[in-house]
């Protein structure tokens, strides 16, 4: 079935060769990760851990589109639709897309300054199947984005006749870039999801795709529905940048409701010089471009980042509900498409036993 789909989105892609451009992309990241628990026994791993193909371009200078498949991992259809700029700075999306929450989230991995996200991403969804309007403004230094959007299943979902939520989101930013290398991002997001009496489960690795287990689990039946809120706010001084959120999920059983909560500190600071990138219109951090690539005789750009991010789902009396990671990262960007990634993690479970796990991690990621 998934190799049928891989020949139509081939297909697609010839198809739309016809329009206006035509671009080919896609990404390898391979991971090694080496564990040590508090007993002293220690394992490892290595693996793919993405391998994606992109087809995007324009069919009309106001018409654009992409289709992204995935080799690795649970969810093969990544980004899937067509944007339409309805009017000046007005875009509508349609198809297999992330939902407009989190500005972890919404900014790509291949741009993220750790090699997973933080354990926040535990509470939200991953790409659904919908629409959204997002409309960007700006006055002088001051610039907003606001977007809307409705979601259903996910692609691979639909593919597989899963059961999913049917979800409406929003989100607010507001940024101040009073120069290219200076910024101060604040934004809010909330959704609403209607499970109709499904299941659902939150548990995460602690931030290590290669992780054996979930550090922390837990599963509500018989779901209502869900409300999401999430607080956004990232700076940028030259070559330092601090970023955090914190995110409430509130669950309503036909029993009862619970809450749950999970957040995040980070900061970075180049040693070359360079700056984060970020993307006004999309609310969004970009690619770093190093300022003397190894491709012109430079060193590339080296960039040391901290983070501690928790998650708590101890309002259902669960074991282990209580999670802590502080991470410790360093990142060659050798270009501005190939980069080398270094982290070390301490897992710390906070109930009820205080147990631990400590995790290296090393990282090549290329992509073009």
Not at 15 to 33: H, K, N, P, T
Not at 112 to 118: A, K
Not at 331 to 360: C, D, F, H, Q
Request: net charge negative; proline share 2%; charged share 25%.
């Amino acid at each position: 079935m998934k190799n049928s789909l891989l020949l139509i989105y081939l297909s697609l892609g010839n198809l739309l060769y016809a329009g206006d451009s035509f671009e080919v992309s896609g990404q390898i990241v391979a991971d090694s990760a080496w564990f040590t628990d508090e007993e002293g026994e220690s394992t490892n791993e290595q693996a793919i851990r993405r391998a994606r193909l992109s087809l995007s371009g324009k069919i009309l200078p106001t018409l654009k589109y992409e289709i992204e498949y995935s080799f690795t991992g649970n969810n093969n259809w990544k980004d899937v639709y067509l944007e339409y700029e309805v009017l000046p700075e007005l875009f509508l999306k349609v198809g297999n897309i992330k939902e407009s929450i989190g500005l972890e989230a919404l900014t790509s991995s291949k741009y993220n300054s750790f090699m997973e996200r933080s354990l926040a991403q535990a509470l939200l969804s991953k790409r659904k199947l919908g629409m959204k309007l997002r409309y960007p403004f700006k006055n002088d230094d001051h610039h907003y984005t606001l977007t809307m959007g409705a979601f259903g299943k996910s692609l691979d979902e639909l593919i597989d006749n899963e059961e999913a939520s049917k979800s409406v989101v929003a989100r607010a930013t507001y940024a101040y870039i009073p120069t290219k290398t200076q910024l101060l991002h604040l934004g809010i997001a909330t959704s609403y999801s209607d499970y109709d009496g499904q299941s659902i489960s939150l548990n995460t690795e602690p931030e290590s795709d290669l992780f054996d287990r979930k550090l922390v689990s837990t599963k509500v039946k018989d779901v209502e529905q869900t409300q999401r809120v999430d607080i956004e706010s990232a700076i940028i001084y030259n070559s330092f940048a601090f970023q955090g959120e914190y995110l409430f999920i509130g669950v309503d059983s036909i029993d009862t409701s619970y809450n749950f909560n999970s957040w995040y500190l980070q900061g970075s600071w180049f040693i070359t010089g360079e700056s984060k990138e970020y993307k006004a219109k999309k609310a969004s951090f970009s690619r770093v471009k190093p300022l003397n690539p190894l491709t012109q005789g430079g060193w590339g750009a080296w960039e040391v980042a901290v983070r501690m991010s928790q998650i708590d789902i101890d309002d259902k009396d669960e074991e282990e509900s209580i999670e802590t990671d502080y991470t410790l990262g360093i990142n060659w960007y050798a270009t501005k498409n190939l980069r080398v990634m270094a982290n070390y993690i301490r897992a710390e479970l906070s109930e009820p036993t205080g147990t631990s796990e400590n995790i290296m991690q090393i990282r090549t990621q290329f992509d073009f």
